[in-house]
């Protein structure tokens, strides 16, 4: 028998005992009554000393200028009261907290004003004609006496199948662009993605002025088949404006792939197109997504691209490769400088259908991608669990 055998077993520490507190984490999950005071007396206080600073001691005026010295001497009042309540972790957390809220909220108040006084001119024509009827009937100089008011419907066939035609060129263009960058690689990478970037910085009247000057005075000369104004004219500019928004975009997310996702297809025997397909793309999927959303949003709003191409239409022209067509953009900027106060209404409610339409394809996008990220998540739990 050995003598290690012989000795008693080492004691048993009290790991709960024993084990070292954590240090307090410098951010709280609920709001105790002291720190709101401090929150609420910092505002006050800030309000307070730059009122008297305009109002008393200097020469000092002006709705934007006080806001923002509230805002500063707030955050400056804000971080020296909790530097001598908690110390200098919690101020420092507690200021970028501060600061990023402030932020958050001097973006969202202007856009619900924005968006609310776009619902408030708009909601009263929404309706079942509004997307059933056109301006068909509709005469372009306002008779006394006569209420008729049409409807939206050749705008909103026309969007729908401009973006649509638009999205069937550029998304796959835009996710091949980024593949080649990140994934492939080559000579050309350098002039590729010198070229996205440049196509990104221009103005989207260029591209409204190129397809002008290739399409439909170029071709439409020599082409009988090519009909001069048309919807197509118009998707082929809302493409070059999409393309490279995607591909910046669906770049930015393969980079967040992990490398060793690729390395363990390649080593099972994958070629690289096969990893792409069945590995990277599925795993950036939500990534993807996004910014097919991103692009497709940016094109629904996109004007000055149709402005050379669509001519626009007063009725219905559902066939995009034959004849000016219409489109939402280009009836609110038709229409919202009208002498006609009916269509300067009807072009708010069109202004408010762009955004619900906008509004419809961001919440689609979120289900699509919780759905099916979930459903990829939850695949090696059940087969474990099996």
Request: hydrophobic share 55%; charged share 10%.
């Amino acid at each position: 028998m050995s003598a290690t055998a012989l000795l008693p077993p080492p004691p048993v520490a009290d790991s709960a005992a024993e084990a070292p507190t954590p240090p307090p984490s410098p951010r709280r999950r609920a709001w105790p009554v002291e720190d709101m005071g401090v929150l609420l007396g910092s505002a006050a206080a800030a309000v307070c000393a730059v009122w008297l600073l305009f109002e008393e001691l200097t020469y000092l005026s002006g709705p934007f200028g006080f806001v923002v010295c509230s805002v500063v001497v707030f955050l400056a009042l804000n971080w020296s009261i909790n530097l001598q309540l908690h110390g200098r972790l919690v101020a420092n957390d507690r200021l970028l907290s501060a600061a990023v809220a402030i932020g958050a909220l001097s973006l969202a108040i202007p856009l619900a004003f924005m968006v609310g006084f776009v619902a408030v001119k708009g909601w009263r024509l929404l309706g079942v004609n509004l997307f059933v009827h056109d301006l068909k009937g509709v005469p372009p100089i306002p008779i006394p006496g006569d209420h008729k008011v049409g409807g939206l419907a050749h705008a909103i066939v026309g969007t729908l199948e401009q973006v649509g035609l638009a999205a069937v060129c550029g998304v796959p263009a835009g996710i091949a662009t980024a593949v080649f960058l990140h994934e492939v690689g080559g000579r050309l990478t350098k002039t590729v993605r010198t070229v996205v970037t440049a196509m990104s910085g221009l103005p989207s009247i260029m591209a409204g002025l190129f397809v002008y000057s290739i399409w439909v005075i170029g071709l439409s000369r020599h082409l009988p088949v090519v009909r001069s104004y048309s919807g197509l004219a118009g998707a082929m500019a809302l493409a070059i404006v999409l393309v490279p928004s995607i591909t910046r975009t669906t770049e930015e997310v393969l980079k967040v792939v992990p490398g060793g996702v690729r390395e363990a297809s390649m080593a099972l025997g994958a070629p690289q197109w096969r990893t792409v397909w069945s590995v990277v793309l599925p795993t950036a999927r939500t990534g993807v997504l996004t910014a097919i959303v991103l692009g497709v949003a940016r094109a629904v709003g996109e004007t000055a691209p149709l402005l050379f191409t669509i001519f626009g239409n007063t009725v219905m022209n559902a066939n995009p490769f034959h004849g000016p067509q219409e489109s939402l953009p280009w009836f609110i900027w038709t229409n919202v400088k009208s002498s006609d106060p009916s269509l300067i209404n009807l072009a708010y409610a069109a202004a408010l259908v762009l955004l619900l339409v906008v509004l419809i394809l961001f919440a689609l996008a979120r289900l699509l991608g919780r759905r099916r990220s979930g459903a990829f998540r939850q695949r090696p739990r059940q087969e474990v669990a099996t």
